[in-house]
């Protein structure tokens, strides 16, 4: 018996069909779930959208921030301080929200060994919650840190967020990175179970393309 033959023994194209579907749909599903889970606060493209943030002013960061097209890069004399920031925002609710995810890269130069991402609410309270810097790479890395718990900040009306040293000295460690995205996520991103259902996915479309080659041969 050819077991090569039999291996790849040519499905109905009727069944090709109904799986290329179902692969569609997973994949359209798993899409979906992913997008639901996020909230962008910045992702530090070209002109400043609502609720996204600048550069603080009287900062380090002043002069020291770099647009690119879909990144922004910190640079120059910058200071690991608050220097950029989103405030006075129509409130909005965290308390869904386990985890704050950043996108970005340690570039040359970096000394600082961690930045704050820090929040503000209504109530006139506050949170920083503290990313160690060797979390990220020279290649642009995601990173997902626990959100929580919050003790000095109301997570059901938060109004602003900045991002930086956590302080408003200027004298700190040089600060350099480039940012892509900023953004609070139900659950880690990319979430391991994701992965394992991207790859079952590719192997059952490779295995459905392999058969398909075959039918049509």
Same mark, same amino acid.
């Given at each position: 018996?050819?077991? $090569?033959?039999?291996?790849?023994?040519?499905?109905?194209?009727?069944?090709? &069909? &109904? +799986?290329?579907?179902?692969? %569609?749909?997973?994949?359209?599903?798993?899409?979906? &779930?992913?997008?639901?889970?996020?909230?962008?606060?910045?992702?530090?493209?070209?002109?400043?959208?609502?609720?996204?943030?600048?550069?603080?002013?009287?900062?380090?960061?002043?002069?020291?921030? #770099?647009?690119?097209?879909?990144?922004?890069?910190?640079?120059?004399?910058?200071?690991?301080?608050?220097?950029?920031? @989103?405030?006075?925002?129509?409130? *909005?609710?965290?308390?869904?929200?386990?985890?704050?995810?950043?996108?970005?890269?340690?570039?040359?130069?970096?000394?600082?060994? *961690?930045?704050?991402?820090?929040? *503000?609410?209504? $109530?006139?309270?506050?949170?920083?919650? %503290?990313?160690?810097? @060797?979390? *990220? #790479?020279?290649?642009?890395?995601?990173?997902?840190?626990?959100?929580?718990?919050?003790? #000095?900040?109301?997570?059901?009306?938060?109004?602003?967020? @900045?991002?930086?040293?956590?302080?408003?000295?200027? #004298?700190?460690?040089?600060?350099?990175?480039?940012?892509?995205?900023?953004?609070?996520?139900?659950?880690?991103?990319?979430?391991?179970?994701?992965?394992?259902?991207?790859?079952?996915? +590719?192997?059952?479309?490779?295995?459905?393309?392999?058969?398909?080659? %075959?039918?049509? $041969?």
């Amino acid at each position: 018996m050819n077991l $090569a033959a039999a291996a790849f023994t040519p499905w109905p194209l009727d069944t090709l &069909k &109904k +799986l290329s579907l179902l692969l %569609s749909l997973a994949f359209a599903s798993l899409c979906t &779930k992913a997008s639901a889970q996020i909230v962008v606060l910045d992702d530090f493209t070209t002109g400043v959208q609502i609720g996204e943030g600048v550069v603080t002013p009287l900062s380090s960061w002043v002069g020291q921030v #770099t647009q690119n097209l879909t990144t922004i890069t910190i640079g120059g004399t910058a200071k690991d301080d608050n220097g950029w920031r @989103s405030l006075n925002l129509t409130t *909005f609710d965290a308390s869904g929200k386990n985890f704050i995810t950043i996108t970005g890269q340690l570039d040359l130069g970096n000394a600082a060994s *961690f930045f704050n991402v820090q929040f *503000f609410d209504a $109530a006139s309270g506050s949170q920083a919650f %503290s990313i160690s810097s @060797s979390s *990220f #790479t020279t290649g642009m890395t995601t990173v997902s840190i626990p959100l929580g718990p919050w003790t #000095t900040a109301n997570p059901t009306i938060l109004n602003g967020w @900045s991002i930086g040293g956590g302080g408003t000295t200027t #004298t700190g460690p040089d600060f350099r990175m480039t940012l892509d995205q900023l953004a609070l996520s139900s659950s880690a991103i990319p979430e391991p179970g994701t992965y394992a259902a991207l790859t079952g996915i +590719l192997t059952l479309g490779f295995a459905v393309w392999r058969r398909r080659t %075959s039918t049509v $041969a």
